[in-house]
């Protein structure tokens, strides 16, 4: 068994101390108590090599057939599971009602972007899925009103075996579409305070995010259903899991990669401007996973044959949480937990699968990088409120429906793979987090931080496919591994950030991340860094693709931090950085990164913060 010790802290709302509603309180004692706690230690679970834990992979299983009224479903779903259960009753998927009348924005017949020899290379699996959009002869995908009435009927329908299951209403995107969830559990109750409890971890599982991906959302259909009424129900005496198929109603709805108002809103889980990302943080403050898994497709063709003169030969592109100050273990436990067993169950299927990666949108660089490391992405910021969070990438965008049944299973097995994963591992999980909140906590006031970290350059050959012939094409290709990160700023970490009293919109966001705000109630001082503006310069945000969508420019700073004692005002704010979440403190309020809330002009002034560098004594309005 390995042990690590630190010096753990108790996160801050755990120890506010009143009398009386509203009423200030003296901190100063209570914070150096916090921050000074004793020294103990957390033991974190075995490390084998092998994981022992992990089911042994099996011959691919008999398929799943098209569920059907009065078909019992067979086992197993997407990869063979070797491990006695229970008997029980043979699970049959309830059929739909009657679709309501529905107008469909059916995209058109399009030409395939490639001949039948790389296509014969793409069979379709010997499952076949059924959902709304999966119809034979349809040319649409699952409409946003039959998502809603897919989830309602699992909702509403009769449960056995302990099984619960509630629709949950997160909010509405910009055009005013339900963003719509499914949660599933087998403890006593459907709220977040009951399944916190019940002793089992929840999962979330979110798909579609860029709304011209759809096989995430058809796959997470079919694991709803699975989960509340088929082969998959039995993870639930293990695991809670909440789907959202669909996070990104209009952007589905007109097959783009964007919401309503053009922005990419899986590079604003940090700024949080779309109420759709606002939606998927709240869910994730809510029910407070061990695991967040995005289902994503990737281009096939396109930058690929202009660059290469190949299409792209692999059925999932995997990676999980690559950022800065992503604590180790959990990138340990999302490799050996979670990233092995899942390639090889995608390879019992017959599917091929390698890192996630992808190329810029300029012509002249035939460089390859992984999925990026600024803190911006759901990957990315999900990981650091301390979840193993995973990207799955399908083959999909710029081939219309071809392959979809493929691209369906792909996802529905690598899902699955980390649904079983989790259930396999959940006491090992809750013992990893344990360790890692309380670590990330003990670091406040102590050695170095990471401001921003860059992909390390190598190369790699990568397999692709002849688009004339279908044959394999390996490829020598410069690549940008996200694994090793190279740290480019660093800086003492602070005891917390302090923020002027008009940084409103800032105190919102961070709450919403799910960070400890706390409003000084009386004037005081504090031993503080301030910022010096050295360079400044108008810029855009950026990705390993290019100019990130809905990007209104960026201001790009230099700054020398500068110690002094300094006033702070009653009505201002303080973000101490002993609590779980302070990674995301830190990735939000350094100014001088392209995500930080002073680049994208959430706090105007770069007087309106301070680093807070030594244990402050104030007081503080109850929280």
Request: charged share 20%; aromatic share 4%; hydrophobic share 40%.
């Amino acid at each position: 068994m390995l042990h690590l010790q630190r010096r753990p802290q108790t996160p801050l709302s755990t120890s506010v101390l009143s009398t009386s509603p509203r009423q200030a309180w003296r901190a100063s004692a209570l914070l150096a108590a916090v921050l000074l706690a004793a020294c103990s230690s957390t033991p974190l679970p075995p490390w084998p090599s092998t994981p022992t834990a992990q089911r042994p992979v099996a011959p691919a299983p008999a398929p799943l057939p098209r569920t059907q009224q009065g078909v019992v479903v067979p086992a197993p779903l997407g990869q063979a599971d070797q491990t006695p259960h229970p008997p029980q009753t043979a699970a049959i998927a309830s059929p739909l009602p009657p679709p309501v009348p529905l107008v469909v924005q059916n995209e058109g017949p399009m030409a395939p972007p490639y001949g039948p020899a790389v296509a014969a290379r793409f069979p379709d699996p010997s499952v076949t899925y059924s959902t709304p959009g999966l119809g034979q002869d349809r040319r649409a995908f699952t409409t946003n009103a039959e998502l809603g009435q897919w989830l309602r009927s699992l909702a509403e329908a009769p449960q056995s075996d302990g099984t619960r299951t509630r629709l949950l209403d997160l909010g509405m995107s910009q055009r005013g579409e339900p963003i719509l969830g499914l949660l599933a559990t087998r403890a006593a109750g459907t709220d977040p305070a009951t399944l916190d409890t019940s002793g089992r971890p929840t999962v979330v599982l979110v798909g579609q995010q860029h709304g011209d991906e759809p096989a995430g959302a058809e796959a997470l259909l079919v694991i709803s259903r699975e989960l509340t009424q088929g082969l998959l129900e039995p993870l639930l005496d293990k695991i809670n899991v909440v789907i959202i198929p669909r996070a990104n109603p209009d952007g589905a709805t007109a097959s783009t990669r964007v919401t309503a108002n053009g922005v990419d809103m899986n590079r604003d889980h940090l700024l949080l401007n779309t109420p759709e990302a606002r939606a998927l943080a709240r869910v994730v403050n809510d029910y407070r996973p061990v695991l967040v898994v995005d289902a994503h497709e990737y281009t096939v063709v396109g930058r690929y044959l202009q660059k290469f003169n190949a299409i792209q030969r692999y059925d999932a592109l995997l990676q999980y949480t690559t950022t800065a100050n992503y604590p180790e273990f959990l990138t340990k436990a999302s490799h050996e937990w979670y990233h092995q067993p899942m390639m090889a169950a995608l390879k019992a299927q017959g599917l091929a699968s390698d890192w996630y990666y992808t190329t810029s949108t300029r012509a002249d660089d035939k460089s390859i990088s992984m999925g990026g490391t600024q803190p911006d992405t759901g990957r990315n910021v999900n990981g650091l409120k301390n979840t193993v969070s995973l990207l799955i990438e399908t083959r999909g965008v710029g081939i219309g429906r071809m392959h979809i049944q493929r691209r369906v299973h792909a996802q529905v097995t690598a899902i699955t793979s980390a649904l079983r994963s989790t259930a396999d591992r959940a006491a090992n999980l809750e013992q990893v987090r344990s360790f890692v909140v309380r670590d990330i906590s003990a670091q406040a006031c102590r050695d170095q931080v990471v401001v921003e970290a860059a992909a390390t350059p190598t190369q790699r050959d990568l397999d692709f496919l002849d688009p004339e012939t279908g044959a394999d094409k390996v490829i020598r290709v410069d690549w940008n591994s996200s694994l090793t990160l190279k740290p480019t700023k660093t800086r003492a970490r602070p005891c917390g950030y302090w923020l002027a009293a008009d940084s409103t919109a800032a105190v919102e966001r961070l709450k919403l991340l799910g960070l400890q705000v706390l409003r000084i109630a009386e004037p005081g001082s504090v031993l503080a860094d301030t910022y010096r503006e050295t360079a400044r310069e108008t810029s855009e945000r950026r990705d390993v693709i290019g100019t990130i969508a809905g990007d209104t420019g960026i201001v790009r700073v230099q700054v020398s931090p500068m110690r002094s004692a300094i006033d702070v005002p009653a009505g201002s704010y303080y973000v101490p950085l002993n609590q779980p979440r302070a990674n995301l403190a830190v990735a939000a309020l350094e100014p001088d990164t392209q995500n930080s809330y002073f680049a994208n002009r959430v706090i105007e002034e770069l007087g309106q913060a301070a680093r807070v560098m030594a244990v402050p004594s104030l007081v503080f309005e109850e929280n």
